[in-house]
């Protein structure tokens, strides 16, 4: 999970999380599966927070595996919908 001001920027912290979480593989015996990974933008208007700049459709590509937003994701049993509305989780 990354946060900040614009989704390039977030997607540059996610490279750099993904090559840390790769050296701990290496020395752990263990294996990430990009092509199982999930991108979802959390963001809800309120509190006079601004909308990340750039593209919330755009993106991310790790190991050549291109990973799209999506407007619902399951983490841990829990379903996250990237309007925080919980709407989803109920349903």
């Known amino acids: 999970m990354v946060w900040g001001n614009s989704t390039v920027q977030n997607y540059q912290r996610l490279e750099r999380i993904h090559g840390i979480a790769e050296h701990w593989e290496a020395t752990h015996a263990s294996r990430f599966a990009p092509s199982k990974y999930g991108l979802i933008h959390l963001w809800k208007d ?46």
């Open 46 to 91: 309120r509190r006079g927070i601004p909308k990340p700049s750039g593209s919330l459709e755009a993106a991310v590509t790790i190991h050549g595996v291109t990973i799209k937003p999506i407007p619902t994701l399951k983490y841990l049993g829990v379903t996250l919908d990237s309007s925080l509305t919980r709407s989803a989780h109920v349903n």
